[in-house]
């Protein structure tokens, strides 16, 4: 009896830890995801300044839109470094 208790015991312990390795897994494969989503971000952003450098100002209208896609792509950012940084 006490033996297969024991054996129970041990099957539950190492279930208990596949899971726990399935979600630190898991976890991981989110960070590398929101790594390389803040990679493309940043990217994204020194692109755009690059781009607009060169432009003539265009209507009010295309430079707040400009603006207003700019520091969402900032806000993005920060959120996505702070979660890394977690």
Do not use: C, Y
Request: glycine share 4%.
């Amino acid at each position: 009896m006490a033996e297969a208790e024991l054996h129970k015991e041990r099957l539950q312990a190492i279930a208990e830890k596949r899971k726990r390795q399935t979600e630190i897994e898991g976890k991981r494969q989110q960070l590398e995801d929101q790594i390389l989503q803040l990679q493309h971000f940043k990217s994204k952003a020194l692109r755009e300044k690059w781009l607009l450098q060169g432009t003539p100002a265009g209507s009010a209208e295309e430079e707040e839109a400009r603006r207003r896609q700019s520091e969402e792509d900032e806000l993005k950012v920060k959120k996505l470094e702070e979660n890394i940084h977690r």
